[in-house]
């Protein structure tokens, strides 16, 4: 039997659960929604059916006017919290469908609940919110990323770890919406967030790559987004260059050490940030650098050659190639030293030596990015050994690559 001909004979059921006077009883009704729902979302993806798509339309619209508008005001905060939970595993298909006075209805009940007097409440709102802001209809609306952003940022300095784990991940995914707006044309980031919502998102981004390390990985998830997405005019202000400072010491800190996933994302960031030609990296002038320069090249440079992670090191040789000036690189001696780093890189893996098997398919994808990255840095490359070094990896891979299409 379908799912979608089950509801009619669960409906009194769970109609009876939700109005138990036990707050579990009433939870598990609604964790029973959250699971049927999900059910809907996997037949969907099975069967694009506009008329099956519909019937589950009308069946949210149902259970969101009769039943969550309700218990998401429920006086006990394990209802309120399943609540949350339910609305955020309406599927993006579902939510582009609905009515757009049941958006605001749902945007409108989520909203308040970051703030919630239960940590459980607070903790699952702001998933909630995470989810939302990456549904194309809420992520091209100005306000409600603005209003969210605002709902994030006393959450994540909450006392509770759990409530400033959702919030963390959260931002990194409004952080992430941006991106992705900024690549329209005509986006102004100061028309989504004004400049001190900006600042409180790269203080509590920053704060929060030192916190927990179930916290980092998200963190510097949002600084490397929010990062690239930054204009050229908020660094020529001294109270943003030292929040940016504090940054980069924090991103720093990630890209050396901590859990393989955090390692990822900080040399992810590192990429991403790096994308923003605006970002101030390497000379500042003619004879003085950016502070956090050497330090930044001397982490992806030790990720890339010394991390037993193949997927890390990938990430640290992409953020090495994505400078466009070679003045970005900082002083000759440094950009010498990242040459080395990725021939020293390049060489690892010819060698087959102390490699899992699992490994081997990285590898071979780190390989081809270290000669990517050397063909980027060779009209750079002064003469001597290591341009000799480089000719040779870039002759030997072009006639390796010749042989290949033969």
Known sequence: MSIRNLWPDIKPDFEESLGDKDPLVRAAALRFIECYASSMDKSLAEDQDTELMQEYIDWWIVMIGEYIQQTSLDSEGIVRAISCDCVGSISKYIFARLNPRIQT????????????????????????????????????????????????????????????VRASWAQGNLCDALVLESE????????????????????????????????????????????????????????????????????????????????????????????????????????????????FYRALCSSLTQCKNFKVRINACLALTRPSLQAQYGSPDQFKSIVNSVVEA??????????????????????????????????????????????????NNEQLTTNNEQ
């Not at 005019?233 to 050490?257: C, H, P, V, W």
């Open 184 to 295: 329209k044309q005509g986006f102004c980031i100061e028309e989504w967030v004004s400049t001190s919502l900006w600042t409180d998102l790269i203080s509590t981004a920053t704060t929060a790559a030192l916190d927990n390390d179930k916290l980092r990985s998200n963190a510097v998830r949002a600084l490397g987004s929010l990062l690239r997405i930054t204009p050229c005019s908020y660094f020529d202000q001294g109270r943003i260059m030292l929040l940016l400072k504090n940054a980069m010491t924090a991103l720093i800190k990630n890209i050396e050490t901590g859990t393989l996933k955090t390692r990822w994302n900080a040399c992810h960031a590192a990429n991403n940030m790096l994308r923003n030609p605006d970002f101030p990296v390497g000379y500042m002038d003619k004879d003085q650098m950016y502070p956090w320069t050497t330090g």
């Open 105 to 164: 209805l749902l945007v409108t009940l989520i909203l308040p609940l970051p703030r919630d007097e239960d940590p459980n409440v607070r903790a699952a709102a702001c998933r909630t919110l995470g989810v939302f802001v990456l549904f194309q209809d809420l992520r091209e609306d100005p306000l409600f990323v603005s209003d969210m952003a605002s709902a994030l940022m006393e959450q994540m300095n909450d006392k509770v770890i759990n409530v400033r």
């Open 346 to 395: 390049y060489k690892t893996c010819l060698d087959d030596k102390e490699t899992e098997f699992q490994e081997l398919g990285y590898k071979d994808q780190l390989k081809l990015k270290t000669i990517e990255a050397l063909g980027h840095m060779e009209p750079w490359i002064g003469p001597g050994k290591i341009k000799e070094d480089v000719d040779c990896i870039l002759k």
